[in-house]
């Protein structure tokens, strides 16, 4: 199965209580709308190679970032944001691939 990242792109939504578990995981502060924002421009700058689907979720590493995202295959809803290292999305990367 081809990941369509256009796709996740285009229905990505979030549930009220992913803002303050994304804020938690990240250590931030930030507003609806900044973590918004930064989920949309993390998905778009993220190369389609760090796009993978495991069960029922997307996982979109970015390396830049350092941020893992999680989103439900079905709902496209954003599940959580996780902080990743660099030697961790590398280690992934050589085993799913």
Excluded: W
């Excluded at 389609?48 to 996982?59: D, E, R």
């Excluded at 970015?62 to 295959?73: A, D, G, Q």
């Amino acid at each position: 199965m081809s990941i369509d990242k256009s796709e996740i792109i285009a229905n990505i939504c979030y549930t009220e209580l992913v803002y303050s578990r994304i804020n938690k995981k990240l250590k931030t502060n930030l507003s609806v709308f900044d973590i918004e924002r930064k989920i949309l421009h993390i998905l778009e700058e993220t190369p389609l190679s760090y796009f993978t689907k495991i069960g029922k979720n997307f996982y979109i590493s970015n390396i830049e970032n350092n941020i893992k995202i999680t989103v439900n295959s079905h709902t496209y809803r954003v599940i959580t944001a996780d902080k990743i290292d660099k030697k961790q999305i590398t280690f992934q990367k050589t085993i799913l691939h």
